[in-house]
């Protein structure tokens, strides 16, 4: 249904003439027939009215909205919940300008697991819900999937490879020779044992983890007590393996199914971050930037948001949102309809939640910090950095070198990489040093840029434009000629070292072949990148450097805590398959421990992050 605009613009009735009072959805269109805004109503006539009162004082955006109207098409619904859902898969699928948008519509990916076959295969998927199998998630984004489906082929090895590969093979595949896959392609596990790691794997995606590490730990103890020390080793593995991923991905305190979102503004950008936990279990945290017209407080952000993201989707039970959000009864009663289930929307919570609510807003700040600063930014960065070391191009692959120990112990060398879109933290390395005098930095840095740069030429990394060094002429001469040694030698060595007085900004750039420094400018923008870069390198080094040595020492931590007699550090120990996974414990983790108090383990955990921090 439409209602035309009438020529006389001065008298807006005309456009109001034939509107119903019924719940439904409007849309303004301009001269063209350009929809300009969607917007859903309980009275549509009220609704529509109220733009052309002159007792309603509208802001810049309605007024300008509101001059470019030249006609008004309705649909009339049944209720103003239909009309919420309505309104969301119009505002998708029109785009119009004056409405808040959802940019990203893609489905969300999902772990499938093919419970049809007789040795089920458990896969990524996204798109519509299968006929069979079970899904888990939605996860994110697709890498969480995968980093997921990965860490479980290395604690329960299920087939992952197509029906038509699986049905074809005559000998294993490379996936069984390095033990992430158990090959019951070529019958070399039986049905039993194979549908047990499903069962496990089951368990764990449906936040079953702690049941299920406490089933292998019994399993454990019954194989070492009969003897069978390597399965036994195998299922110490496999917990502790799982204390990891457990770790990175448990919400303490928390059960069942919740999204947390919050949103922030800046700069005239808005940024939605949603933390999505299923069975207790945190999957992950996604950014959104939705575009979003000028003066739209974050409430009306977040009531948008929740409209469009939630109207196709999965939606679990409870939502907890950052603060109120608009019309939040309506929400609740149009996206349990379409769930099929009761959804809260909860804006005020508490202890545990607070705290994750927190973090989530934390991370949605830091994402449009990074949106807002990143690639024009960047661009200039990386322009600057050219004319500076007078670069034909401007680079597109970097690397810096750092050194960290402490007066000589656990030395470690960093390799960091930035590429022309920044960071690229795939291919960071670290490099344990032995074989040298402790505290000998020059040949620190020759053993690690002999065995860095021996990969490059065999080719099995690329070659970057620039390479940093931090230090002196004394670093910059010792990497030269651990390069000239294996026949390369890189067009821009550059040596990056504080200076006179150390402070920030007042750093010297060493070039081969020159006897003085270059000093740039503290506000040039090449001396800013350079300053990013070899800052990641220092950090990445001293974090290394820092696990190293608590790797080291954190034996005798333990010893040294009041109250961790024998009994109680075997315990532990059993418990977590060791100080690795005792380290990345948590507190709630370490008090679930058998005679181990709250108090106690939290001077357990304060003991062992002292000992990792070093001085």
Known sequence: MSVAADANRSDPRSLLQGIPLSPGVYRMLDAEGTVLYVGKAKNLRRRVAS????????????????????????????????????????????????????????????????????????????????????????????????????LLQKVFPLRQCEEAVFRNRSRPCLQYQIKRCSGPCVGLVDETRY???????????????????????????????ALEFERAAELRDRIEQLRQVLQRQYVSGEGGDLDLLACVQ?????????????????????AFFPRVPEAVETGGVLAAFLAQFYAGGEIPAELVVGEPVEEQGLLEQALGEHAGHRVRIKSRVRAERARWLEMVRAN??????????????????????REALALDAAPRRMECFDISHTQGERTVASCVVFDGEGARKSDYRRFNIEGITPGDDYAAMAQAMTRRYTRVRRGETPEPDV????????????????????????????GV?????????????????????????????AMHLIEQIRDEAHRFAITAHRQRRAKARTTSVLEGI?????????????????????IRAGVEDIAGVEGISRHLAQQIYDALHREAAGP
């Not at 509208?58 to 649909?75: E, G, H, K, P, Y």
């Not at 009041?562 to 005792?582: A, E, H, N, S, T």
């Open 364 to 385: 949605a700040e830091v994402a449009l910090r990074a949106r807002l600063g990143s690639r024009a930014g960047y661009g200039l960065r990386l322009e600057s950095l």
């Open 195 to 225: 549908g047990a790691d499903v069962a496990r794997t089951v368990k764990f995606l449906e936040g079953r983890a702690t049941e299920l590490i406490d089933e292998l730990v019994a399993e454990m103890e019954a194989a070492a007590a």
């Open 51 to 150: 733009y052309f009162s002159r007792s309603r004082q509208l802001n810049r955006r309605i007024q300008l909205m509101v001059s470019l109207i030249a006609d008004i098409a309705i649909t009339v619904t049944r209720t103003e919940g239909e009309a919420l859902l309505l309104e969301s898969n119009l505002i998708k699928s029109l785009r119009p300008r004056f409405n808040v948008l959802l940019r990203d519509d893609k489905g969300y990916p999902h772990i499938l697991l093919t419970t049809e076959d007789r040795f089920p295969r458990l896969t990524f998927h996204r798109g519509a819900r299968p006929r069979t199998g079970r899904l888990f998630g939605p996860y994110p984004n697709a890498w969480a999937v995968r980093e997921t489906l990965q």
């Open 266 to 286: 800046d700069g005239g950008q808005s940024c939605v971050a949603v933390m999505f936990v299923r069975g207790g279990r945190s999957l992950g945290t996604r």
């Open 497 to 525: 070292s504080k200076g006179p007085d150390r402070r920030p900004g007042t750093e010297q750039l060493w070039l081969l072949g020159r006897e003085a420094p270059v000093i740039l400018p503290s506000d040039s923008p």
């Open 562 to 582: 009041d109250g961790i007699g024998p009994k109680r550090r075997q315990r532990l120990l059993k418990q977590f398959g060791g100080m690795r996974g005792l």
């Open 467 to 494: 390479l940093f060094i931090d230090g002196g002429r004394g670093q910059l001469n010792a990497a030269a000629a651990a390069l000239a040694e294996l026949g390369m030698r890189l067009d821009c060595l550059v």
